[in-house]
């Protein structure tokens, strides 16, 4: 069996935590912010968890994750 290649471009968005799942940084946290309100860029702050639906398909792109 060869080995599998990462996609990079997923090993730049998503890291796995202590538990096996993975998390990543919030969209619309960059620019634009003075029309957000201060309680919506507190939780663009926190990093999201990838759903369960999608958690087979990080999987696939980090394979040694």
């Known amino acids: 069996m060869p080995k599998l290649k990462t ?3 997923a ?3 998503f ?3 202590g538990t096996g799942k993975f ?3 919030r969209a619309n ?3 634009i912010l003075g029309k957000k309100s201060p309680k919506r860029k ?3 702050r926190r ?3 990838v759903d369960k639906t999608n958690e087979k398909a990080v999987r696939k792109m980090l394979p040694y994750a």
Request: proline share 5%.
């Open 7 to 9: 996609k990079k471009a």
């Open 23 to 25: 998390k990543y940084t």
């Open 42 to 44: 507190m939780g663009l």
């Open 11 to 13: 090993a730049k968005r």
């Open 29 to 31: 946290s960059v620019h």
């Open 47 to 49: 990093p999201g968890i």
């Open 15 to 17: 890291k796995i935590t």
